[in-house]
């Protein structure tokens, strides 16, 4: 993505840079009915006014001043003030064009809500709590949806139907906190699978497991797990399990029978086994690298584990 020229507010000390976004072409994606969403509602009240000398901000509320109270960030021409003791968010319209001293009423964004977005001609912003995140993010498409990574914080911010809503007007996000971050999306049996904010679907080896399907990611040396595939064609963004490991083997049994799946791949049709104990001992015939699935005979409950690699 390339970013605009950097935005400031060198008086405001707890203000960040508010920077917007051009977004990369799509891939493509599973069809998905369009649901626009809403904007925010935003009220003036009489009483709550700002002014500013271009250099400094001054808000009062019912003849309060609070800007003290406040941090602020750039959304396009706006600023976007928060006040956490009030948790309440305000919005300074048009602010650099008004640094005249004239006092105006300040918008009100009427939610409870604190994570706001808009977007325009293919560009967005992006506040939480009043400041701008846009330059400590990253982002893709999962369909008709923005997913966006905000490094510092592990969290993914969803900007619903974006390319429906390049009208300047804000709205809320869905927040995402599956710890790691990779979420998964399927319909018509395509998927999106989006890690820290990138789309890695064209990147992994996949395997079936029962209705689960399996995504192994080279790059990471993971295998995720798109929980219950085959039943989930539905285009709602779930959070993938995550089974790193240095040898990248993962495996499930039900009674006597196993299942191997070594970097994506099913191997268990490859393999000869026998018991230490209570665990199954595996060995690929074709590289004689061994696994241990343990506690093998207690665990034939169809939950996948990591299997342990060993010579």
Known sequence: ??????????????????????????????????????????????????????????????????????????????????????????????????????????????TSETVFWKAKDGLYWLTVNGIAIQQDVTSAWAGPDLLVYHRASNVTYVLRDFDACNDERYRTTEVLKANPAVYWR??????????????????VVDSWSGNDLLAYYPVNNTTYVLNNYVNRQDNVLRAADAFPGPCSAIWRASGNYYWLYV?????????????????????????????????????????????????
């Open 1 to 110: 993505m390339n970013r605009s020229n950097s935005q400031q507010i060198p008086w405001e000390a707890s203000s960040l840079i508010g920077d917007f976004y051009f977004l990369s072409a799509k891939s493509d994606a599973p069809k998905t009915e369009l649901v626009v969403a809403g904007p925010v509602e935003i009220s003036t009240d009489p009483s709550t006014l700002w002014w500013s000398d271009g250099s400094y901000y001054w808000l009062s509320v019912g003849g309060r001043e609070i800007q003290n109270e406040t941090v602020s960030g750039y959304s396009g021409s706006d600023l976007v003030v928060y006040h956490a003791s009030s948790n309440t968010t305000y919005l300074l319209t048009d602010f650099k064009a008004n640094a005249d001293g004239k006092k105006r009423p300040a918008g009100m964004l009427k």
């Open 263 to 311: 970097r994506g791949v099913s191997i268990q049709n490859e393999t000869t086994s026998s018991y230490e104990g209570d665990d199954l001992i595996v060995v690929h015939t074709s590289t004689q690298q061994k696994y241990r699935l343990r506690d093998f005979k207690n665990r034939g409950d169809n939950q996948l584990r990591v299997a342990e690699c060993f010579e």
């Open 186 to 203: 399927a319909s018509e049996g395509l998927y999106h699978l989006i890690l820290n904010g990138a789309a890695i679907h064209n990147n």
